[in-house]
């Protein structure tokens, strides 16, 4: 039964009034699409943070939570087929027992399977194995006309890198065939290096990604002058079990999840100040004293740190917050981050969650993120200034070759949208002919102008 509730995405920015069903079966995602013609869109886990899984008017979201059954596991290839509503921790809480990890795994494994195949999500090996695009070997797409189309890289395969990165908005996915990763232990090898600057971080990146399969860093995006682009450099490997302490060694895949603490209220909004931001970064910096650290630790502190804290995103205050990430290519890398962490330092917004990876070739979906280059993501709480920065650091991407990704934008224009998603175009014929009405769609979509 449908009702009215207020929706947003996890920065908490916009937040709009929706109708929405809860579908139990895949018959009845059919029976919204074909009923009225209105706009739907599918809505997983509600973890991407702008306004990409928000519908705000005039049609239906559809939120597939009920829709996250596990279907069937074939231990020799690794492929694991589920319905688009299961959420990467139910994988995890299945499979690591029995040896098997994601081939790629964002920074929260809240979000659901379709979720992250729409929006084709990359990980700490993306400078490896890309995107998960990579390792999904059969979708099933359930289209504007109510039919349900099996697409892979061989088989519909325009339809399939058109969805691969779509958004959502080619059709609702309703089942996903993944191949997972073998693994001996629940434990990641895991090597820390201090950079004392931005060119320090990029000689490391250089010199060891090569020889780990995961590689990421915090870097202090307010520390300036010859300390600017401080980091700590994270790179890991599955650990074996001959790596682990004893005790470990009894039963190496063991999974632990992480649960630390829950925020049940909204801090105040001064908090997270410049100023604050500035002292924890310095602290959090300081406390490795070791410049090359080494240590074995467990799947969810190497992959998930925020998810051992529940409602995390509560700590910007009741206005949310901002997660800009963009991509530079690799010619434009470093002297594109060195403008960038300039003008978050001149707007005085503090940000006190930054991230830097190295990513490889582009994916094959039509409007994949990545590039081959560096990602930068800040998480910026909303105050006055924020537009003003916004525009700004989206033009300086857009004049470097760069791009911003759509699972965490909310504020990116359509002008500046298509020329840093050059294949828009071709996704659009595709989209026309599987989508005429353009039935699928989003506030997002709506707000950069994704028309057939």
Known sequence: MAERIDLSGWGRYPTVESRVERPEKRTALRDVVNQDGNPVLARGAGRSYGDASLLDSGGTTLLTDRLNRMLSFDSDTGVLRAEAGVRLREILEVFVPRGWFLPVTPGTKEVTLGGAVAFDIHGKNHHRDGGISNFVREIELLTAGGETVTCSPAQNEKLFWATVSGAGLTG??????????????????????????????????????????????????????????????????????????????????????????????????????????????????????????????????????????????????????????????????????????????????????????????????????????????????????????????????????????????????PDTFREMYPALEEWLEIKRRVDPENRFTSTQARRLGIEP
């Open 172 to 413: 609702i996915i309703t089942e996903v065939a993944l191949e997972l990763r073998p693994i001996e232990t629940a434990y990641v090898a895991e090597r820390t290096l201090k950079a004392q600057d931005l060119d320090d971080a990029f000689a490391l990146f250089e010199e060891h990604e090569p020889n780990y399969l995961y590689s990421v860093a915090w870097i202090d995006c307010l520390a300036s002058g010859d300390s600017l682009g401080r980091s700590h450099l994270m790179f890991g490997r599955h650990a074996t079990p001959d790596e682990l302490p004893t005790k470990r060694q009894q039963d190496p895949l063991g999974y632990e999840p992480d649960h630390l603490a829950s925020l049940p209220f909204d801090l105040p909004e001064g908090v997270l100040s410049e100023h604050t931001v500035k002292a924890f970064n310095k602290l959090y910096y300081a406390r490795q004293r070791k410049r090359d650290k080494r240590e074995v630790v467990g799947i969810d502190p190497f992959f998930y740190p925020l998810d051992a804290i529940d409602d995390w995103n509560r700590m910007y205050g009741e206005s949310g917050f901002v997660q800009f990430q963009c991509v530079l290519p690799m010619e434009e890398s470093y002297d594109g981050l060195k403008e960038i962490l300039a003008e978050v330092q001149d707007s005085g917004l503090a940000s006190f969650l930054a991230v830097l990876k190295r990513m490889g070739p582009p994916d094959g979906g039509l409007l994949t993120f990545p590039t081959e280059g560096y990602t930068l993501a800040l998480d910026i709480p909303r105050r006055d200034g924020l537009e003003d920065l916004l525009r700004d650091l989206h033009e300086t991407v857009a004049r470097r070759g760069g791009r911003v990704y759509l699972a965490k934008d909310a504020y990116l224009r």
